[in-house]
């Protein structure tokens, strides 16, 4: 057996010592005699993992009792509807930050369920920044501002949130746990799994409970947040394999310090790839240095003829999944939680060494 260092972007890398774990709890989970995937999902078995996974979430991330935690089905890219489809109910309209490719989404589903204000762009941009807050076109009676704190595609990231009265409704698919959050500021947190939580198939959704009394009843029972969280996201059978990965994903973060020792080591294998970046006229990153993603590095060659090259040859020296999105080409080396320091440096070493043999 032989890993490599993974820098794709979703479907990303798990922590090693999870999928051991994983393997070795595969064929009979705590002496139950099944796998987690052989349960029911009513069993006090799994329902003890729900409960694991959502307690041990809720203290990584300094939840309060304001908020449900939910676990919902279909992917990040679910919610782009199911979310006004349950909080626009008895508003006129809602705003959206435009900063990226995953802001255009979700602008574009919630535009069939409401007027959506477009309140700031970068897109004249290009998305390589992020708007001046101060000039946000903000309405406060609308239904809530959606934003995207971590463009994926376009490795675009800020922390900071506009100052506004109404709810903040964020997709931190790709953000979620690298870094300190303050939930409190938000009305609801998404966040697709498969970046730094687990395998693909389930979102985490912390909804504060005043916003579930939104959920109009013309909203599909299965998608209706209000009765997800009377039914402990048990509505019917949730992706019971990708919860208990979670929860493992969890307890390794727990072992690693919790958010803020592992924020520490992604500000610095950051920092790393950027410094090295930036110190080198063969490759670059086009992101306004104030937002860029600690999460998703996007970078150029700047000759784009040599870009198949280094696919190949990064592949062949085990860095797999360099590829930028396929709608923007380029590089991208995704480097979640649990890529360890020494995947990033790797990268730089075989980017240094691909820039000698090439320049
Ligand atoms: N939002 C962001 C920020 C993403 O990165 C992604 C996926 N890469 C999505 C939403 C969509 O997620 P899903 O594929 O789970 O629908």
């Known amino acids: 057996m032989s890993r490599v260092y993974n820098f794709c972007s979703g479907p990303a890398a798990l922590p090693e010592a999870v999928l051991k774990k994983a393997q070795a709890e595969m064929l009979d989970w705590h002496g139950a005699g099944v796998s987690v995937m052989e349960m029911s999902h009513r069993s006090t078995e799994f329902m003890s993992i729900l409960a694991s996974a959502k307690a041990r979430l809720s203290r990584l991330l300094d939840i309060s009792d304001d908020y449900e935690v939910l676990f919902v089905q279909g992917g990040a890219s679910t919610l782009f509807a199911q979310i006004p489809a349950n909080l626009v109910n008895g508003f006129e309209s809602a705003c959206y930050l435009d900063t990226g490719a995953w802001s255009s989404k979700a602008i574009k589903e919630a535009k069939r369920y409401t007027k959506?204000?477009?309140?700031?762009?970068?897109?004249?941009?290009n998305y390589t920044t992020v708007p001046d807050f101060s000039s946000l076109k903000l309405d406060e009676s609308?239904?809530?501002l959606h934003l995207c704190a971590n463009e994926t595609i376009g490795g675009l990231e800020f922390a900071d949130l506009p100052e506004t009265s109404l709810p903040i409704v964020a997709?931190?698919?790709s953000t979620?746990?690298?870094r300190k959050i303050d939930v409190s500021?938000?009305?609801?947190?998404?966040a697709g799994a498969q970046k730094n939580v687990g395998p693909a198939g389930v979102v985490i959704c912390i909804i504060r409970k005043d916003l579930l009394a939104r959920c109009g009843d013309n909203v599909p029972s299965i998608w209706n947040f209000e009765n997800l969280a009377a039914n402990d996201s048990m509505i019917n059978t949730?992706?019971?394999?990708?919860?208990y990965l979670a929860d493992l994903v969890f307890e390794w973060l727990e072992e690693q310090g919790g958010v803020e020792a592992i924020e520490a080591i992604n500000i610095?294998?950051?920092?790393?790839l950027y410094d090295f970046i930036d110190s080198s006229d063969f490759y670059s990153n086009p992101v306004d240095p104030a937002y860029r993603s600690r999460m998703n590095v996007p970078f150029i060659l700047a000759d784009e003829s040599l870009e198949s090259l280094f696919l190949k040859e990064s592949e062949a020296a085990g860095l797999r999944t360099l590829a930028g999105h396929r709608s923007v080409g380029g590089m991208r080396a995704s480097i979640y939680n649990a890529m360890p320091m020494e995947g990033v440096q790797a990268l730089i070493d075989f980017m240094r060494a691909f820039e000698e043999r090439h320049r």
Not at 185 to 190: A, F, M, P, T, V
Not at 268 to 272: D, G, I, S, Y
């Open 142 to 144: 609308a239904a809530y």
């Open 268 to 272: 610095r294998k950051a920092q790393a």
């Open 171 to 173: 997709d931190l698919s």
């Open 176 to 178: 979620i746990l690298s």
């Open 185 to 190: 500021k938000y009305g609801l947190i998404y």
């Open 238 to 243: 949730p992706p019971t394999f990708a919860i």
């Open 116 to 125: 959506v204000n477009v309140v700031g762009s970068s897109k004249e941009q």
